[in-house]
């Protein structure tokens, strides 16, 4: 693939001051505060430690949570952990861009790194605008004269246009970091280059984005077949002429995804032999798990994939060369109905395809289970890596080609 945006490879950091906008948003134990998982703080440590190491002043922007939720709370706990993660000093200052915060940017020596204050504290920062309008933003005209370079590591948002993620491209020379590079060269060079047959397996709660997907990876050929799972499975089977039973109607309903059924019915019509469902399902009945035939569904929640369908899919996937993977396969919180995910992922991880695990959920689970090494790939970015699959482009990604158009080395 062409070169199309700058790396850190392409610029002399020694001694200049590095604003990096990395995404350490972790999930946190609502008892304690306590941050209960540093997978993300791991990932950005490569990018981090290489810029220290090569003699830059290394200043984080990031962001945990939104306004509004029991997360939602200051950098400092991140500050403390990723200095373990790192064996270095991690240096944190409990504001963006205020008199403090642009001292401490200043008095950074070769190789120090500070943790600015969360960066959706700003409330402009919720905006989603084009790339010129964001760099007009307070949070860019204060921060941006202070740096020499701008690297934008953060793909699990690189689909958002807010001002952390675009502004800066603007006026700063900008390039990737690793993960970035990383997540973008690999998606990019499966879809490229795929190796037939092709699976996708889509399954979760946002049925919006898999359809997406499907669409965009049956119509240009990419796909062999797409596996449903999930709140996903459930639209195919009511598309397909199945019922489902009253109460999986109604939450379908209640979702807003009639569209979504019909968008179903007009793809098993064009792709009937690719738009594989179900043959059986879980539902929960009295709080156990009881596998039906698609057949004869009674009016309770689908809770899972049935048996059989699991011995089915994973025996597609066995036979794949190419494997896509998003979304889990149920209510795998549930134990009783984590079997379709677990077994499943377990399929994908003994296959000899090439597979990439979407990020979220089924990345969680992957991880969970010990498999992430058996995966060629399991991005950091659930609603970035199905924007990619689903051929949109991300807002973040095209800042930083725009920057390395306008500004050649």
């Given at each position: 693939?062409?070169?199309?945006?700058?790396?850190?490879?392409?610029f002399?950091?020694?001694?200049?001051?590095?604003?990096?906008?990395?995404?350490?948003?972790s999930?946190?134990?609502?008892?304690?505060?306590?941050?209960?998982d540093?997978?993300?703080?791991?990932?950005?440590?490569?990018t981090?430690?290489?810029l220290?190491?090569?003699?830059?002043?290394?200043?984080?922007?990031?962001?945990?949570?939104?306004?509004g939720?029991?997360?939602?709370?200051?950098?400092k706990?991140?500050?403390?952990e990723?200095?373990?993660?790192?064996?270095?000093?991690?240096?944190?200052?409990?504001?963006?861009?205020?008199?403090?915060?642009?001292?401490?940017?200043?008095?950074?020596?070769?190789?120090?790194?500070?943790?600015?204050e969360?960066?959706?504290?700003?409330?402009e920062?919720?905006?989603?605008?084009?790339?010129?309008?964001?760099?007009?933003?307070?949070?860019?005209?204060?921060?941006?004269?202070?740096?020499?370079?701008?690297?934008?590591?953060?793909?699990?948002?690189?689909?958002?246009?807010q001002?952390?993620?675009?502004?800066?491209?603007?006026n700063?020379?900008?390039?990737?970091?690793?993960?970035m590079?990383?997540?973008?060269?690999?998606?990019?060079?499966?879809?490229?280059?795929?190796?037939?047959?092709?699976?996708?397996?889509?399954?979760?709660?946002?049925?919006?984005?898999?359809?997406?997907v499907?669409?965009?990876?049956?119509?240009n050929?990419?796909?062999?077949?797409?596996?449903?799972?999930?709140?996903?499975?459930?639209?195919t089977?009511?598309?397909?002429?199945?019922?489902?039973?009253?109460?999986?109607?109604?939450?379908?309903?209640?979702?807003?995804?009639?569209e979504?059924?019909?968008?179903?019915k007009?793809?098993?019509?064009?792709?009937?032999?690719?738009?594989?469902?179900?043959?059986?399902?879980?539902?929960?009945?009295d709080?156990?798990?009881?596998?039906?035939?698609?057949?004869?569904?009674?009016?309770?929640p689908?809770?899972?994939?049935?048996?059989?369908?699991?011995?089915?899919?994973?025996?597609?996937?066995?036979?794949?060369?190419?494997?896509f993977?998003?979304?889990?396969?149920?209510v795998?919180?549930?134990?009783?109905f984590?079997?379709?995910?677990?077994?499943?992922?377990?399929?994908?991880?003994?296959?000899k395809?090439?597979s990439?695990?979407?990020?979220?959920h089924?990345?969680?689970?992957?991880a969970?289970l010990?498999?992430?090494d058996?995966?060629d790939?399991?991005?950091?970015?659930?609603?970035?890596?199905?924007?990619?699959?689903?051929?949109?482009?991300?807002?973040?990604?095209?800042?930083?080609?725009?920057?390395?158009?306008?500004?050649?080395?």
């Amino acid at each position: 693939m062409a070169k199309e945006f700058n790396t850190i490879d392409d610029f002399d950091v020694k001694d200049k001051t590095v604003l990096v906008r990395i995404d350490i948003n972790s999930p946190v134990d609502p008892s304690d505060g306590f941050i209960l998982d540093d997978t993300r703080m791991r990932l950005h440590s490569k990018t981090v430690k290489e810029l220290s190491a090569k003699g830059a002043k290394v200043v984080l922007l990031a962001h945990q949570s939104r306004p509004g939720k029991n997360d939602f709370t200051t950098l400092k706990q991140h500050a403390d952990e990723f200095s373990k993660i790192l064996n270095l000093n991690v240096k944190y200052v409990d504001s963006i861009f205020s008199n403090d915060a642009k001292e401490a940017i200043k008095n950074l020596k070769a190789h120090e790194i500070l943790l600015l204050e969360n960066v959706r504290f700003f409330s402009e920062e919720s905006l989603s605008r084009e790339p010129i309008d964001q760099s007009n933003s307070i949070l860019v005209k204060e921060l941006s004269p202070l740096i020499s370079f701008y690297v934008n590591d953060a793909f699990a948002t690189a689909h958002r246009s807010q001002p952390s993620l675009v502004g800066f491209t603007v006026n700063n020379p900008s390039a990737a970091g690793r993960v970035m590079e990383e997540e973008i060269t690999i998606i990019q060079n499966a879809l490229n280059s795929v190796k037939k047959p092709c699976v996708f397996l889509l399954g979760g709660m946002k049925p919006e984005d898999s359809f997406d997907v499907i669409e965009n990876v049956l119509k240009n050929g990419t796909a062999d077949y797409i596996l449903t799972t999930g709140i996903v499975a459930n639209i195919t089977l009511w598309a397909s002429g199945y019922d489902i039973g009253k109460i999986n109607k109604q939450f379908i309903t209640d979702r807003g995804y009639l569209e979504i059924v019909e968008e179903a019915k007009e793809l098993i019509k064009e792709f009937p032999d690719k738009m594989i469902y179900p043959n059986d399902v879980a539902i929960e009945k009295d709080g156990k798990r009881e596998d039906v035939n698609i057949n004869s569904i009674p009016n309770y929640p689908i809770f899972d994939i049935g048996i059989n369908t699991i011995k089915e899919y994973a025996q597609i996937i066995r036979d794949a060369k190419t494997i896509f993977a998003n979304g889990p396969a149920g209510v795998f919180e549930k134990p009783e109905f984590a079997i379709g995910t677990e077994d499943l992922i377990n399929a994908i991880a003994s296959s000899k395809g090439f597979s990439i695990i979407g990020g979220g959920h089924i990345a969680a689970a992957t991880a969970s289970l010990g498999y992430e090494d058996k995966m060629d790939h399991v991005s950091s970015g659930g609603g970035a890596c199905i924007s990619l699959l689903a051929g949109k482009k991300l807002a973040a990604v095209e800042a930083l080609k725009d920057s390395a158009n306008k500004n050649p080395l």
